[in-house]
């Protein structure tokens, strides 16, 4: 098993936002850093290699909840352009 520290000043900014209920809930499996980083897993996806698990849980929230056409507004603020950043910071293999 591969654990990966992955950092996301999208989804920080998101997660302080009181109207972002499901996505909280679609992240809270994941556990959080004292830095605020996001520890998941490596998983094989057959289009890109390798990925953090917690890729698949935004997929999975951007395409299936309403709400999450704020998170682009988010994104448009936090980084100029309306992406979701995520940065592996470091790779832990068990």
């Given at each position: 098993?591969?654990?990966?520290?992955?950092q996301?000043?999208?989804?920080?900014a998101a997660?302080?936002?009181?109207?972002?209920?499901m996505?909280r809930?679609?992240?809270?499996?994941f556990?959080?850093?004292?830095d605020?980083?996001?520890?998941?897993?490596e998983?094989?996806d057959p289009?890109?290699?390798?990925?953090p698990?917690?890729?698949?849980?935004?997929?999975?929230y951007?395409?299936?909840?309403?709400e999450?056409?704020?998170?682009?507004?988010i994104?448009?603020?936090?980084?100029?352009?309306?992406t979701i950043?995520?940065k592996?910071?470091?790779?832990?293999?068990l």
């Amino acid at each position: 098993m591969v654990l990966l520290k992955v950092q996301s000043k999208v989804l920080s900014a998101a997660l302080q936002d009181k109207e972002m209920h499901m996505l909280r809930i679609y992240l809270d499996s994941f556990q959080r850093t004292e830095d605020g980083c996001f520890v998941c897993r490596e998983v094989k996806d057959p289009d890109d290699g390798v990925i953090p698990d917690i890729r698949l849980s935004i997929f999975d929230y951007t395409f299936n909840e309403s709400e999450s056409k704020k998170i682009w507004e988010i994104a448009k603020e936090v980084l100029g352009k309306e992406t979701i950043d995520l940065k592996t910071i470091s790779r832990v293999v068990l």
